[in-house]
């Protein structure tokens, strides 16, 4: 019970900003995988596998990040093993900037519920972004919205996910060149209440 309050304490103040408690929310997660306090009738939730390899990715502990996804899946239910796996290899790859392996692995994960589908396409997204490939990306976000539009999503979530592909898709038409255009397109994600990656979009946009 310590340490869930612990975790959750840490998981406030990091997702509000606050750096500071990253490393002590990562120790905390690492001793109660350890002792399998996060476990529930034996199995390891898939948000909290992936949830942890994430913060170990921001902190930029990739081999940390590799040895604890490579280490619990064993714990994850059978239908999530694969998928919850090849995505935390991807968010990795990723974040090395290793695309097509991130790719590759993103390919072959196959999710059955519509958040973990919504993680894995907007990585995907990014991957696409960085490595210049605009008309994939086209492609990508027009499935996206098709995904969003025919898929009984809940409140929230399905405006959020519409953001990120209506700001991608201002990013990619964005002129370079034009500074005016920049600050405008910057000031307006700043100020949408309901954006995923928001601190990703904005550095595309200052790049």
Known sequence: TLYFQAINYC??????????FSKQLL???????????LLTNG??????????????????????????STNYEQYLRKED???AFKFNMA??????????????SLREAEFDDHLSNLFAKTLMLKVYFEMKSFRL???????????LTRKKIIGYHKTNY??????????????PYDKEAKLKLAENIKNEKLLPDRDWLLRQVET
């Open 91 to 104: 968010n990795i790859y990723y974040a090395k900037q290793q695309y097509q392996d991130a790719l590759d």
């Open 137 to 147: 990306l086209d492609s990508h976000l027009d499935a996206m919205q098709v995904y």
């Open 27 to 37: 120790d905390y997660y690492i001793t109660a995988l350890e002792n399998k306090y």
């Open 11 to 20: 998981i406030r103040k990091h997702n509000s900003g606050n750096k500071a």
């Open 162 to 175: 519409s953001n990120i592909v209506k700001y991608t898709r201002k990013l990619i038409r964005l002129n």
């Open 81 to 83: 093993k694969e998928s």
């Open 43 to 68: 199995f390891l939730s898939k948000n909290t596998y992936r949830n942890i390899n994430t913060i170990a990715i921001r902190m930029g502990k990739y081999e940390e990040a590799i040895q604890i």
